[in-house]
């Protein structure tokens, strides 16, 4: 065989061997891509696209309720969500075999406006706003991660509001002790519909003969000594000696405090450092 004729042989096995490989790539995407828009589940507030085929009667456009109920002709009420279109389609063909309406009924469902898929995140969050749920099994920390944690003036309270099993829950979960050893039953399963909310940290005043005064934020377990230190410790003037803490009263109105130095101090406390006689 001439030279030729064998590189035109050896073109023509490359060839062949590289479309064999790109069908089986994609032969492999196609399982993977309908198998991830099959884990979305549907939820209330969602809006569907039923079709029966060669049954138009049948076929329909419907809101899924709030308690997951969707009204179809001729089969009354069906819970629909919580389900994947693929499990909907089953339990409908089910349904319509059983009750003798049709034998081998061909069935499509769509979602066209998803609602229910969603979350809210608000607050002090790296990035706030409407949080889509793309992967089932999406806990607490993912959504930290999706959402850049919380930002700087965030305190160490999350609070999470939402329903599980028809019942309105609402449940603060400490944000550092998630993260510690025996905080995983910290650690939420998130589902559609959630709030999640962070607030800022709290705070302490001082002002007076201090060098550095106004607010600063109110770490956990912080004494009126560490207080002062923060703010970069009395002015020259000052002292010590005569402080005065202003706290607000849980009935409301203020009570004002003689403090000791190792004290912890409670959000919205006022420190006045006064100046020295001497």
Known sequence: MSAPLRLAGLKALVLAVGLALCGAGLAQTSPAATTTASISRMGPGDQIRIQVYQ?????QEAKIAENGMVTMPLLGQLQLGGLTTFEAESRISAMLQAAGLLRNPQISVSVVNNRANTINVLGNFGKPGKLPLDVMGMRLTDV?????????????????????QGQSIRRQIDIQRLFEPGGESLNEAIHPGDVLWVGKAPQVYIYGEILRP??????????????????????????????????????????????????????????????SLF
């Open 214 to 275: 106004g607010a600063f934020r109110l770490t956990r377990g912080m004494t009126l000594m560490q207080a002062i230190a923060a703010s970069g410790g009395v002015s020259p003037r000052g002292t010590l000696r005569g402080l005065k803490l202003t706290r607000t009263q849980p009935e409301g109105g203020t009570r004002e405090l003689e403090p000791r130095m190792e004290d912890t101090l409670r959000d919205g406390d006022v420190i006045y450092v006064r100046e």
């Open 144 to 164: 930290l991660a999706l959402v850049g944690g919380v930002d700087s003036e965030a305190g160490d309270q999350l609070v999470l509001m939402g329903t599980r």
């Open 55 to 59: 049954n138009a009667d049948l076929s």
